[in-house]
């Protein structure tokens, strides 16, 4: 077939025929792929941004597990100073007991459930005698009850209480009626399966404790 300005042009099939179409196909193929996993690939960054931002503690839950500085100057022979919420939100006691109450303590007990303190994730090692403290005059425990985490009430007098007659001295839980002796160590048939814990904890002075650090970790 010829035009009007003389030249042969090829017919429409030839032309059609002449361009590769499967290359087209390919590339734009190729293309889309590409396209494709790059969007991918940026929603799995964007994604994972905060999942690894989670890995982080926040500044509160750094706060929480930051040791904590207690002055007991002013802490009577006798006394508790508490309940403190000053380590990882957990009531600290801190107690000065009479060398009356140190020499009762190390007196065996056949009414406690664990007077050995041998359960070792209740304290530590420095703790794991008839005290359970550093200074047998200061007791440091967490002022929760090993039962349902209730706060026992401190009951420090050598006195008949209507909770027990025979009443040594040491903790009161009104909530189960769980008991503790001058040492936070739990008698025998009540709820409160465990001794109150000790915490981790160092003197700096005779007068400031350090919760949350010991001789070791400090």
Same mark, same amino acid.
């Given at each position: 077939m010829s035009h009007g300005d003389g030249i042969a042009q090829p017919p429409a099939e030839q032309l059609a025929g002449s361009i590769d179409t499967g290359s087209i196909n390919k590339q734009r193929r190729y293309f889309l792929i590409g396209a494709t996993a790059v969007v991918g690939a940026a929603g799995v960054v964007g994604a994972a941004v905060p999942f690894v931002a989670s890995w982080s503690p926040s500044a509160k839950a750094r706060a929480l597990g930051a040791p904590a500085t207690?002055?007991?100057?002013?802490?009577?022979? @006798? *006394?508790?100073? @508490?309940?403190t919420p000053a380590w990882r939100g957990q009531p600290i006691f801190v107690l000065s007991r009479t060398p009356e109450s140190v020499e009762t303590l190390k007196v065996a007990n056949d009414n406690l459930a664990d007077p050995e303190s041998t359960?070792? *994730?209740?304290?530590?090692?420095?703790?794991?005698?008839?005290?359970?403290?550093l200074r047998p005059e200061i007791g440091i425990y967490v002022g929760l009850c090993t039962h349902l985490g209730c706060s026992p009430k401190y009951y420090g007098k050598v006195q008949p209480e209507p909770f027990d007659p025979d009443w040594k001295g040491g903790f009161f839980c009104p909530c189960h009626g769980s008991r503790f002796d001058l040492a936070g160590r739990v008698v025998k048939s009540v709820p409160a399966p465990d001794n109150l814990p000790v915490p981790p904890y160092r003197f700096v002075s005779d007068t400031v404790v350090v919760i949350g650090e010991d001789e070791e970790t400090a």
């Open positions: 207690i002055d007991i100057s002013k802490l009577q022979t @006798g *006394e508790m100073l @508490g309940p359960n070792p *994730e209740q304290q530590p090692a420095f703790a794991q005698n008839a005290w359970r403290s």
